[in-house]
């Protein structure tokens, strides 16, 4: 599922609020109907628990915490540290590179999917897995579905049930920084994760609202949304054809679908993860280009052909 801050604040009209309320709200009873007993959440993080000052590509934490972001929940997840730890070894064992972090910092990027799913982000053991959609340089896409493949490999061989949730936006362009054009505060922010004040944390909000209201007026300078970038991306992954993402370029997924549109990373290393399970079907086939959330907004559900 995409995520957007905007789903936590004020300005985005009614209407658009219910139609993506009432997806979310088909994908939580598809959720609810599975009661799984542990959840994977590949995410992105939006300078909020990784910088510059160390930017692996992807990285499983063992311990984490929400930062609270865009009034998500602010404290300690309910991770596995063992499972956790076994994953990452495994993961590793499989030839994928991957951090590991006894204290991961997750944003809105992990926790916004555990609460609208689940209301509560701690309800559930949940391994965050952090995979970089932000901080230039970027690897190629293959590695987010080599992550994936890894990590499914790793749960097939658990006797749990096991919900993979892909959390990022598909074609947009937010005014996030870069090291190239950050001001000299916001730069040290991103380089060395310096902590924002609520005042900061109220501004940077505001900024986004402010953000959303013009790039919906037509009056902004990012990139537009691209419906056809979206769902060219939507038709592979619910055909289960993840080789034909081999030849996304980064150059090619940032001129189409914007800076931000990286987060689709996430989402393929979460098919990839099913896939490692068998052949699977997609549900819940919700789009929506929304320029008041800054995103193509989608819902997918899956599940492998041996369990229906």
């Known amino acids: 599922m995409s995520h957007s ?7 985005p009209p009614p209407d658009l609020m219910a139609d993506v309320e009432a997806a979310i709200a088909d994908v939580r009873r598809f959720v609810a109907a599975f009661d799984p007993d542990l959840v994977v959440v590949f995410a992105p993080d939006h300078y909020n628990g990784f910088f510059y000052s160390l930017m692996p590509p992807f990285c499983i934490g063992t311990a984490a915490r929400g930062v609270g972001d ?3 929940h602010d404290g300690a997840l309910n991770v596995p540290a063992e499972l956790a730890t076994a994953c990452a070894s495994a993961v590793l064992d499989h030839g994928v590179d991957v951090a590991v972090s006894a204290c991961m910092d997750v944003d809105h990027g992990t926790v916004q999917p555990l609460e609208r799913l689940f209301f509560d982000a701690t309800v559930r053991p949940v391994i965050p897995i952090f ?12 590695r987010a579905a080599e992550l994936g493949a890894a990590v499914g490999a790793f749960l097939a061989g658990l006797d749990q049930r096991v919900l993979l949730v892909g959390s990022g936006g598909l074609s947009h362009d937010p005014p996030l920084p870069t090291l190239a054009t950050a001001t000299e505060q916001v730069r040290e922010r991103i380089v060395h994760g310096a902590p924002m004040s609520p005042e900061q944390r109220a501004a940077r909000q505001d900024a986004v609202i402010a953000a959303a209201r013009e790039f919906a007026a037509g009056r902004s300078t990012i990139a537009p949304l691209n419906p056809d970038f979206d769902q060219r991306f939507l038709d592979i992954v619910d055909n289960g054809s993840l080789a034909d993402f081999d030849d996304w370029t980064n150059r090619y997924i940032t001129e189409a679908g914007g800076n931000s549109a990286h987060e689709i990373r996430t989402w393929v290393a979460a098919f990839a993860a099913m896939a490692a399970a068998g052949e699977y079907r997609t549900g819940n086939h919700y789009y929506r280009a929304a320029p008041e959330l800054i995103a193509g907004f989608a819902t997918r559900t899956a599940w492998t052909v041996e369990q229906r």
Request: proline share 18%.
């Open 70 to 72: 865009y009034g998500t």
């Open 5 to 11: 801050p905007l789903l936590n604040l004020p300005g």
């Open 131 to 142: 995979v970089n959609a932000v901080g230039a340089p970027l690897g190629p896409l293959r």
